[in-house]
């Protein structure tokens, strides 16, 4: 049982370390991403966003009286 892989936190020798300066790259690109996306203006302004579809559709014609058959 010896021989199982060991899961520690150092990696294995036959693989080289990261560099830092490349984390360090990929969290100021992702950080960078994030600002322009925040301060980027929306497609929509406020005042033209579409109103949801229950506010558009007309309400449905009330039944005539008598349940809505014909008399014959």
């Known amino acids: ?6 899961h520690g936190s150092s990696p294995p020798d036959d693989e080289p ?3 830092a300066w490349l984390t360090a790259l990929g969290v100021a690109l992702f ?3 994030g ?5 980027s203006p929306s497609k929509h302004s406020p ?3 579409a109103p949801s579809a229950s506010v ?3 309400p449905a014609p009330p039944a005539p009286p008598g349940g ?3 008399n014959r």
């Open 1 to 6: 049982m010896s021989d199982a892989p060991s």
């Open 17 to 19: 370390r990261t560099p």
């Open 31 to 33: 950080v960078a991403v």
């Open 35 to 39: 600002v322009a996306w925040a301060w």
């Open 47 to 49: 005042g033209a966003v």
């Open 56 to 58: 558009v559709a007309a």
């Open 68 to 70: 809505g058959a014909p």
